[in-house]
C-alpha cells in the first residue's frame, strides 16, 4: 500500500489543523493506521493511532483531548484533527500502515508502510 499525507502548514498557536493520509490499493480497511512526528534534532515519536474498523484508538499522552484520529474506509483515508495547537507541535508529521489491522500500536516499527510526511509548523 502507498500512504500520501496531506493537510500541513503554519498555523498560529491554539489554531487547527486537520492532516489527512489516502492509502492506494483495495486493502486499506485491514491496516490500522498510526501519526507520528519528527521534530528537528529529535527522535521520531508517536502521536495517534486507529484500527482497522476505527473503534479502537490511543494517543500519546501530550496529544489527549486535543488531537482525533480518525478514517474513513470507503475513502481509503485516515485523518488526525488537531486542535488548541501549540509551538512545541511543530514537527514533520508522517503516516504510517500496520497489517496487524487489529492491534492499535504505538510502536513505529509494528508499522510496515510509511508516508512521505507533511510539514506542521505552529508559530507562538
Known amino acids: 500500500v502507498q500512504l500520501q499525507a496531506c493537510g500541513g502548514g503554519l498555523v498560529q498557536a491554539g489554531g487547527s489543523l486537520r492532516l489527512s493520509c489516502a492509502a492506494s490499493?483495495?486493502?486499506?480497511?485491514?491496516?490500522?493506521m498510526g501519526w507520528f512526528r519528527q521534530a528537528p534534532g529529535k527522535e521520531r515519536e508517536f502521536v495517534a493511532a486507529?484500527?482497522?474498523?476505527?473503534?479502537?484508538?490511543s494517543y500519546a499522552d501530550s496529544m489527549k483531548g486535543r488531537f482525533i484520529i480518525s478514517r474513513d474506509n470507503a475513502k481509503n483515508t485516515v485523518y488526525l484533527q488537531m486542535n488548541s495547537l501549540k509551538p512545541e507541535d511543530t514537527a514533520v508529521y508522517y503516516c504510517?500502515?500496520?497489517?496487524?489491522?487489529?492491534?492499535?500500536?504505538?510502536?513505529?516499527?509494528?508499522?510496515?508502510?510509511w508516508g512521505q510526511g507533511t510539514q506542521v509548523t505552529v508559530s507562538s
Open positions: 504510517a500502515g500496520s497489517s496487524f489491522g487489529g492491534i492499535v500500536s504505538t510502536v513505529s516499527e509494528r508499522y510496515r508502510y
Open positions: 490499493g483495495r486493502t486499506f480497511i485491514i491496516y490500522a
Open positions: 486507529i484500527n482497522w474498523s476505527g473503534g479502537s484508538t
